[in-house]
């Protein structure tokens, strides 16, 4: 069972403003970003469009060790790129995790959780990814 997180949307609100890792989520994304805060600690923000990005992504950043960017898309040319080009636009040295849906086809059909599964994008999946990519930044 999920607990209760309260997380903004609209120009990218989210919930602990205080927590040094922030996942930044984009489109239905958000209730696996909770179950992944569930294991790692973090601040969940979800960003209702990739263009223009939030304006307020700068103060949403500050004082951050490390961005996970979560979404439904593919990685390339997604939200965790535009976040990434956002960084490096604004010379802001976070590392970033990006979390999407790899430049693969999908050859069997199923659920929402299965093709997530299928995609490397099962919670449990994140959740080691995350920890893994962590331990070596």
């Given at each position: 069972a999920l607990?209760?997180?309260k997380v903004d949307t609209c120009n990218g609100f989210g919930t602990d403003q205080q927590r040094p890792l922030v996942l930044l989520t984009h489109g239905s994304?958000?209730?696996q970003a909770q179950a992944i805060a569930e294991q790692i600690p973090c601040a969940i923000y979800t960003v209702p469009r990739i263009k223009p990005l939030p304006t307020n992504l700068e103060a949403i950043l500050k004082g951050?060790?490390?961005v996970?960017?979560?979404e439904q898309h593919n990685l390339d040319g997604g939200f965790g790129s535009?976040?990434?080009e956002w960084l490096l636009d604004h010379r802001v040295a976070l590392p970033?995790?990006?979390l999407?849906?790899?430049n693969i086809f999908l050859t069997q059909g199923g659920t929402d959780q299965e093709l997530s599964q299928q995609a490397g994008l099962g919670v449990?999946?994140?959740v080691q990814t995350i920890q893994q990519r962590m331990t070596h930044a």
């Open positions: 607990r209760s997180v994304c958000l209730a951050r060790t490390q996970i960017t979560l535009a976040i990434g970033l995790i990006r999407g849906l790899p449990a999946q994140c």
